[in-house]
T-cell receptor, first 116, second 112 residues
């Protein structure tokens, strides 16, 4: 078990380009979450999956954002037509989902996006 | 709507001091509260998770308490060390989805 893995660690892109990030959760975890963190702030929830089903999306997730978890394992987060305001750290987390949802979340090291 | 606040935003102490970080939340109907550590440019490392039915959890020099009725949690760090320098974040889980609501964090600097 190597923990939650995110790729790439850093991404610099020009405004208007599309970017895609990947997250590999801890292997037995069935829940996967995406968060966004800007400088000096705590992480903000974007969306989460249970297995391959996307069960909740934040209003922060505009139409330019799309997330998938096609086989209930890894997930991708795509941002289309990037804007400078998209510059942030994008964090992925995973957990087990027993009844009550009390298992801790385990976070990856994040992907830092810079839009120039 | 659940809101989480951490005070202070930053803290600087000499090595060896015992210290307390504070976290407050507006809606006491929580499943659990989790404390994380974040080093600059890195992800979050889970420190302690307190279930809603618990009052405290301990791990080494760390002790976290939870008072649901008053909407407060504290993280106590004993005998602080320079290696404890990091940002500490608290987060509450209010529903069964597992979604966490985070505070802004307290950035701690422990001076040698």
């Amino acid at each position: 078990d190597t923990g939650v893995s995110q790729d790439p660690r850093h991404k610099i892109t020009k405004r208007g380009q599309n970017v895609t990030f990947r997250c590999d959760p801890i292997s037995e975890h069935n829940r996967l979450y995406w968060y966004r963190q800007t400088l000096g702030q705590g992480p903000e929830f974007l969306t989460y999956f249970q297995n391959e089903a996307q069960l909740e999306k934040s209003r922060l997730l505009s139409d330019r954002f799309s997330a998938e978890r096609p086989k209930g394992s890894f997930s991708t987060l795509e941002i289309q037509r990037t804007e400078q305001g998209d510059s942030a750290m994008y964090l992925c987390a995973s957990s087990l989902a027993p009844g009550g949802g009390n298992s801790p979340l385990h976070f990856g090291n994040g992907t830092r996006l810079t839009v120039t | 709507k659940q809101e989480v606040t951490q005070i202070p935003a930053a803290l600087s102490v000499p090595e060896g001091e015992n210290l307390v970080l504070n976290c407050s939340f507006t809606d006491s109907a929580i499943y659990n509260l989790q404390w994380f550590r974040q080093d600059p440019g890195k992800g979050l490392t889970s420190l302690l998770l307190i279930q809603s039915s618990q009052r405290e959890q301990t791990s080494g020099r760390l002790n976290a308490s939870l008072d649901k009725s008053s909407g407060r949690s504290t993280l106590y760090i004993a005998a602080s060390q320079p290696g404890d320098s990091a940002t500490y974040l608290c987060a509450v889980r209010s529903g069964n989805t597992g979604k966490l609501i985070f505070g802004q964090g307290t950035t701690l600097q422990v001076k040698p």
